[in-house]
């Protein structure tokens, strides 16, 4: 029995090293997600971006418009893994590194780009468009849900979508902020 205990403990720590954990936030409660080094989703609609960064990557499977691919470049793993693939990547190519819910696994989470915010009530109209104006943001659409307004500001796919959400939601001007996500989900 402690062999089994002392086994489960030894997975568990070897999960943790091997995943790296990143947060978002829904609202204000911190979410966190473990990295898969393994993984690439690829968005983009007309190439297959991952087959130009990795020519060996086995395709697993496609939902919708997302194309998931096992990556077997030991560079591009390691690319993934400091965090440095897909910013290194132009805004229009769609690729995100995966991640799960928890450390051992779990369904697929991607980035595909874009960030939804929404803005605290006192600032206005012309508060808003200088806040993006002087970020350099960009509205690709708003969306009014409970007469609250939503901003969704065209952000790269991946990580990079992730580190910036995280950056906005830290401005005293902003109330939300959460990249876009796409989740796998099967059939029960």
Known sequence: M??????????????????????????????????????????????????????????IKQIGIAKIYKISNPNVKNQIQKGILTKNLKNKDKVSEVFTSSPGGGPKIAFPGNIIIAFKENISKNDIENFLNKRQLNVVRTQTILNKEYYIIESPAGLASLELANQLRTLPEVEYSKPDMWIEISKR
């Open 2 to 59: 402690k062999n089994k205990i002392l086994i489960l403990i030894f997975f568990s720590l070897k999960l943790q090293i091997f995943s790296q954990e990143y947060s978002y936030f829904d609202g204000n409660e911190e979410k966190k997600i473990y990295l898969q080094k393994d993984y690439l989703v690829d968005f983009s609609k007309t190439s297959t971006i991952t087959k130009n960064i990795d020519p060996k990557a086995n395709f």
